[in-house]
């Protein structure tokens, strides 16, 4: 299994940013797709994930600003990200959660300016 993200960059704060992942290889359809974050010096938090019937979980940081979608069929998810700020800069990871083993993509930067 292998996950390729896309999307992140550089905004301004208010704005929005869209991330996407890929994910390839033949797994589970008993899975969660979604995205961590890790910035500098802290430890790497959920941001947002959901399962293949379509569950959501959010962290408390991002509830109402983030929205994750997911195309089961295409295997990808995407994250969508409004009133960001400069709390929400970090490395943002695609992950694939199958049954307790994850799997994870490269990571992609999102850096919020003031």
């Known amino acids: 299994v292998q996950l390729q993200a896309s999307g992140g960059g550089l905004v301004q704060a208010g704005g929005s940013l869209r991330l996407s992942c890929a994910a390839s290889g033949s797994f589970s359809s008993v899975n969660n797709m979604g995205w961590y974050r890790q910035a500098p010096g802290r430890q790497r938090e959920l941001v947002a994930s959901m399962t293949y019937g379509g569950y959501t979980t959010y962290g408390d940081p991002v509830k109402g600003r983030f929205t994750i979608s997911r195309d089961n069929a295409k295997k990808t998810v995407s994250l969508q990200m409004n009133s960001l700020n400069q709390e929400d800069t970090a490395v943002y990871y695609c992950?694939?959660?199958?049954?307790?083993?994850?799997?994870w993509g490269q990571g992609t930067q999102v850096t919020v300016s003031s």
């Open positions: 992950h694939l959660n199958l049954m307790g083993r994850y799997y």
